[in-house]
């Protein structure tokens, strides 16, 4: 059975930064591309980040690019997302996703709240 958990959300003022942290059980990582995905209150969910896991090309959305990266730990099988320079409009549910033989994986999100 594959898992992905999420971890290190939280609340955090303005400018500030938080490391997110998906850890799968069940499915190897470095096989697969991940995604980051967020779903603000009142909004569709959205795109923010992805790996690829052939050669390791990411993607960012233009409302995150500069401030957020993404990475992964194969030997711990846990993906990152460093969020930097945090603002209020970054507040959101986050997802990790993990997309292996075209089956796509969900966590169950992790709540960042962006408030002073």
């Known amino acids: 059975q594959v898992q992905l958990m999420e971890s290190g959300g939280g609340s955090v003022q303005p400018g500030g930064s938080l490391q997110l942290s998906c850890r799968a059980s069940?499915?190897?990582?470095?096989?697969?591309?991940i995604g980051w995905f967020r779903q603000a209150p009142g909004k569709e969910r959205e795109a923010v980040s992805c790996?690829?896991?052939?050669?390791?090309?990411?993607w960012y959305s233009g409302d995150v690019r500069g401030r957020f990266t993404i990475s992964r730990d194969n030997a711990k099988n846990t993906v990152y997302l460093q969020m930097n320079s945090l603002k209020p409009e970054d507040t959101a549910v986050y997802y990790c996703?993990?997309?292996?033989?075209?089956?796509?994986?969900w966590g169950q999100g992790t709540q960042v709240t962006v408030s002073s």
């Open positions: 790996i690829n896991n052939r050669d390791g090309v990411t």
């Open positions: 996703t993990a997309t292996w033989l075209q089956h796509t994986y």
């Open positions: 069940g499915l190897t990582l470095g096989n697969s591309a």
